[in-house]
């Protein structure tokens, strides 16, 4: 993976964990590599909702992070990233809907916002279903929009690159007092 994706990757991943870390979630273990991922505990009674905003909080972390280096601005980012991620949204839907649950990386976050969605409206229609997920990807934005909360993503992402892989103990000493505070 050359720097760049390193980088980008580590924003997905860290927003994952700081998204996740507000709504109470705790890590079990977030790594860089071949193929980063984030493992997450969250508490018993966490709601759709909540899941669905730690989902989306990777890509959107992501996108916000090519803001950061001024390959986008706040309007390309959201109609680059809806552009983009609406044929994927409908994609994993059907997937689900179909009874499938492969995946292949670009796939996974999707696959399971589709699957923790329909669990509670299986008919839905699909543009409800997009207007859904719009609505949880705009709130989810706002969040990370907050100045604690893309500070926390920011120190996640430097120890994330320093380190490679953390744990709870580690992601949660890189982020400073006022994300906790501000929860």
Do not use: C
């Amino acid at each position: 993976m050359d720097v760049q994706m390193q980088i980008m990757s580590a924003y997905h991943e860290a927003g994952h964990v700081v998204v996740a870390y507000w709504f109470g979630a705790t890590l079990k273990s977030v790594e860089m590599g071949a193929h980063p991922n984030t493992k997450l505990q969250w508490p018993n009674g966490t709601t759709p909702e909540a899941l669905v905003k730690g989902l989306v909080a990777g890509s959107l972390a992501g996108y916000k992070g090519w803001m950061h280096f001024g390959r986008l601005d706040r309007k390309e980012l959201l109609s680059s990233f809806r552009k983009r991620d609406e044929k994927y949204t409908l994609q994993a839907l059907q997937t689900v809907r179909n009874g499938g649950y492969a995946t292949d990386g670009i796939w996974d976050d999707r696959i399971r916002i589709a699957d923790i969605l329909l669990k509670d409206v299986p008919t839905i229609p699909d543009e409800a279903y997009l207007g859904l997920v719009r609505r949880y990807e705009d709130e989810t934005l706002e969040l990370l929009d907050k100045p604690p909360v893309w500070r926390a993503v920011e120190n996640v992402v430097r120890a994330l690159l320093k380190i490679g892989r953390l744990n709870n103990d580690e992601a949660m000493a890189a982020i400073d007092k006022e994300f906790w505070e501000s929860r």
